[in-house]
């Protein structure tokens, strides 16, 4: 019944920006804790970034100062702005939400930074 349908994700130049979105179904997301991952190819999934319920938020150093994570819980969605994109941010982009007794992942959305 729980669906997190991301969105947002296509092909950018580097510089360029892009921003996802994961909207959440069933479930209040300011109550829960979200977070961003993405698997490049070749390499393993690694955690972009979190956000608490208290809207807290903890970044990789890879994206420090480019990306920000962010709840609209009117729209009981989350967003991943990506800024000055690179092209190592090559990746699937998955979102993530932890609730007190279940953990959800998404479908992942494409995002591909190529000149």
């Known amino acids: 019944q729980v669906q997190l349908v991301e969105s947002g994700g296509g092909l950018v130049q580097p510089g360029g920006s892009l921003r996802l979105s994961c909207a959440v179904s069933?479930?209040?997301?300011?109550?829960?804790?979200m977070g961003w991952y993405r698997q490049a190819p070749g390499k393993q999934r690694e955690l972009v970034a979190t956000i608490t319920s208290t809207d807290r938020t903890n970044y990789a150093d890879s994206v420090k100062g480019r990306f920000t994570l962010s709840r609209d819980n009117a729209k009981n969605t989350v967003y991943l702005q990506m800024n000055s994109l690179k092209s190592e941010d090559t990746a699937i982009y998955y979102c993530?939400?932890?609730?007190?007794?279940?953990?959800?992942w998404g479908q992942g959305t494409q995002v591909t930074v190529s000149s």
């Open positions: 993530k939400m932890n609730t007190w007794d279940h953990i959800y």
């Open positions: 069933k479930t209040i997301v300011s109550s829960t804790v």
